[in-house]
């Protein structure tokens, strides 16, 4: 699989190019979110670009993908999750939604899965190729049915990383694009502690930090002034870096 840009000219087209990237199932339901989040609909039918991250083969998948930030979330409930393989974990998906959610591993392994292999680009220097499974989280909004209003996507994690909880968010557009999606499996096992188990972003078309890890609850919000320090992230609050993180 190669690189590929497409330009999106009409609906048509759109379906077109969502079926080479295999998104048949999803296009209607994507259509229906875009709908309900009218600026997504412009953007996405009105000559916008979606620009797809490259993707690779299972040839150059890298041997090891390191766990980098924290390894694991160390406190006794998640080693109790851990324990009985997650069945109990819970993602809660809330804020500006029709429908709050609330997806077991169960329901979030029933709806369609996408699979991508991608090159992980973290700040600190180094670049791993992974192979991951998991929904695309625009048919997770679209089943939660995002309210007008909202601008953004705010992730929160079970770990705290030297005394702050991990967090990131992203814009409507990263939310809805086809390779956004909540892994639970790396290279065809079980997503490893060490890379976010039960359930970690993919968010592709940005840097490493952008892909948060131990997934607890997806908050849809209008602004991300209110959320902990107030710049969309983690890594943004505490260390300046980049709110949007463009590979
Ligand atoms: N919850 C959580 N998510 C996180 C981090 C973290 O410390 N906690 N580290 C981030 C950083 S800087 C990187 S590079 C990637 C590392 O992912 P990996 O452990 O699968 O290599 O996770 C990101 N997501
Ligand atoms: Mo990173």
Redesign the pocket.
Known sequence: MQRRNFLVAAGAAFLTACNKVGETETFAKLVEGAQNWHRGLHRSLGGGRITMAPEYTRAELSPN???????TVGTPEYDAAQAEGFVNWQLAIDGLVENPLMLNMEAIRALPQRTQITR?D???GWS?IGEWTGPQLSAILNTAKVKEGANFVVFH?A?N?NGAD?YESCDMDDAFHPQTIVAHELNGEALPI???APL?LRLERQL??K????LTHIEVVASLDDIHGGLGGY?EDRAGYQWYAGI
């Open positions: 993908f390191r766990g980098n930030g924290s390894r992980h973290c700040v600190e791993a994690c770990d990383l991990y060490k890379n976010g970690r490493g930090y892909h948060p890890k131990f890594w």
